[in-house]
């Protein structure tokens, strides 16, 4: 178990990092604008679980393999960036409204929360974060290593969703109030394409 004086630094640095402009809430902001409230949600809910992903991937040593070898490295980089590459893609082509493909509102919630998993699964920027980030807080002496690093992925989730959820109905009542214009809508959609080939691009150039 982790103390309660390394999990609150721990929480307060992590609300830190998570209100820091970075993929994650560019990406819940552009999702939340374009498709509602309840897209920037339920991808803040994708995102997330991603996190979870990377807290076990690093706890049980995972991380270690994607930091030491390159080739793990850039296949990691190039699955994230062509995966933001497609959504960019798919936004430059709608218009004024919902990006094609989507289908019905349950479909599309489905869709995006698998976009939010594997748009925070495959930034390997992300891996190498959190293997350098929560071993910091970690003691062997406090027990189970695993346990402490769940614990506090738990709490970055926390922190994280916060934020994220703020973002999501922040800029969900903007996106609506912009849905009364189909020329609006269609230059929301431009700048998420633009948003989505910045964010693939970060990802090529990032470094271990």
Same mark, same amino acid.
């Given at each position: 178990?982790?103390?309660?004086q390394?999990g609150?630094?721990?929480?307060?640095?992590?609300?830190?990092l998570?209100?820091?402009?970075g993929?994650?809430?560019i990406?819940v902001l552009?999702?939340?604008?374009?498709?509602?409230?309840?897209? #920037?949600i339920?991808?803040?809910?994708? %995102?997330?679980? $991603?996190? +979870?992903?990377?807290?076990?991937?690093?706890?049980?040593g995972? /991380?270690a393999v994607?930091?030491?070898s390159?080739?793990a490295?850039a296949?990691?980089?190039?699955?994230?960036?062509a995966?933001?590459?497609?959504?960019a893609?798919q936004?430059?082509?709608?218009?004024?409204q919902a990006?094609p493909?989507?289908?019905?509102?349950r479909?599309?919630?489905?869709r995006l929360?698998?976009?939010?998993i594997?748009?925070?699964?495959t930034?390997?920027?992300v891996?190498?974060f959190?293997l350098?980030?929560?071993?910091?807080?970690?003691?062997?002496e406090? #027990?189970?290593m695993l346990?402490q690093? %769940?614990?506090l $992925?738990g +709490?970055f989730?926390?922190s994280?969703?916060?934020v994220?959820f /703020?973002?999501?109905m922040l800029a969900g009542t903007?996106?609506?109030w912009?849905s009364?214009s189909?020329r609006?809508?269609?230059?929301?959609h431009k700048?998420a394409g633009?948003?989505?080939?910045?964010l693939?691009?970060?990802?090529?150039v990032?470094h271990?």
């Amino acid at each position: 178990m982790i103390e309660l004086q390394t999990g609150l630094a721990f929480s307060a640095a992590s609300l830190l990092l998570a209100i820091a402009p970075g993929p994650d809430n560019i990406f819940v902001l552009t999702q939340s604008a374009v498709h509602g409230k309840s897209a #920037g949600i339920v991808t803040t809910l994708g %995102l997330l679980t $991603g996190v +979870l992903v990377h807290t076990c991937a690093v706890a049980l040593g995972i /991380a270690a393999v994607f930091q030491a070898s390159e080739t793990a490295f850039a296949i990691l980089k190039g699955i994230g960036a062509a995966y933001l590459l497609y959504l960019a893609w798919q936004a430059f082509r709608a218009e004024g409204q919902a990006i094609p493909g989507d289908g019905d509102g349950r479909i599309q919630l489905r869709r995006l929360y698998v976009r939010g998993i594997i748009m925070n699964v495959t930034n390997p920027k992300v891996l190498i974060f959190f293997l350098a980030f929560l071993p910091q807080f970690v003691d062997p002496e406090r #027990g189970s290593m695993l346990l402490q690093f %769940l614990q506090l $992925g738990g +709490l970055f989730i926390l922190s994280g969703s916060v934020v994220f959820f /703020a973002i999501s109905m922040l800029a969900g009542t903007l996106g609506q109030w912009l849905s009364r214009s189909p020329r609006a809508q269609a230059v929301l959609h431009k700048i998420a394409g633009v948003v989505f080939t910045g964010l693939a691009i970060s990802i090529l150039v990032a470094h271990r």
